[in-house]
């Protein structure tokens, strides 16, 4: 991992497969976002059902800003589900 360029979407598998972890895993299924902290202090986060797919990279900073945030209940509008929108049809 010293050796390759880390970047934001990359694919998660090549930052190997050791250290990943599971901090929001509960019962829903073995759906969960699984993070990495990297050696330059950064994060990687991938999704558990796809561990190949893209790893999201943040910073250290915008890890300590997203989770001082979620704490704080500025992402509560992420748990609410989107309203239903009604589509109304003419007639003619």
């Given at each position: 991992?010293?050796?390759?360029r ?15 972890h ?31 797919g ?39």
């Amino acid at each position: 991992m010293d050796r390759i360029r880390i970047y934001n979407g990359m694919p998660a598998n090549e930052l190997g497969n050791e250290g990943w972890h599971k901090p929001w895993s509960g019962g829903n299924g073995g759906e969960c976002v699984e993070a990495m902290r990297l050696k330059d202090g950064r994060v990687a986060l991938r999704q558990s059902t796809d561990p190949d797919g893209p790893a999201l990279i943040y910073t250290h900073h915008e890890m300590v800003s997203f989770i001082e945030g979620a704490k704080a209940g500025h992402a509560d509008f992420l748990l609410t589900a989107a309203p239903c929108r009604r589509v109304e049809r003419r007639t003619a």
